[in-house]
Nanobody, 119 residues
Framework: QLQASGGGLVQAGGSLRLSCAAS????????MDWYRQAPGKERELVAH???????NYADSVKGRFTISRDNAKNTAYLQMNRLKAEDTAVYYC???????????????WGQGTLVTVSS
């Protein structure tokens, strides 16, 4: 399972760091992603990090957000800088976990953490 944390209320221009910790039976974690869903909008992919460390970002967050992972801790992070009001959303983590090393993965979702950016 995935546990997301680190959300909160921040002023525009500020920073927050989200964490997503995986627990349970884990042999390896392939991708780890951050999504967000703003009120009245569809869930969108914000940032992706592959097992080898390659990353990509939504155009709206490039240059402001950085995704990283600590494989020893089975944890992914999203450092969010220069936050804007339009970044307000519930942020979810998503990961592809291989539980037993048998070559298949189980996709898991965290419960979401609310980020509110005041203008």
């Amino acid at each position: 399972q995935l546990q997301a944390s680190g959300g909160g209320l921040v002023q525009a221009g500020g920073s927050l760091r989200l964490s997503c910790a995986a627990s349970g039976t884990i042999f390896s974690i392939n991708f780890m992603d951050w999504y967000r869903q703003a009120p009245g909008k569809e869930r969108e992919l914000v940032a992706h990090i592959a097992g080898g460390g390659d990353t990509n970002y939504a155009d709206s967050v490039k240059g402001r957000f950085t995704i990283s992972r600590d494989n020893a801790k089975n944890t992914a992070y999203l450092q969010m800088n220069r936050l804007k009001a339009e970044d307000t959303a519930v942020y979810y983590c998503n990961a592809g976990i291989d539980p037993y090393g048998l070559g298949y993965q189980v996709e898991s979702w965290g419960q979401g953490t609310l980020v509110t950016v005041s203008s």
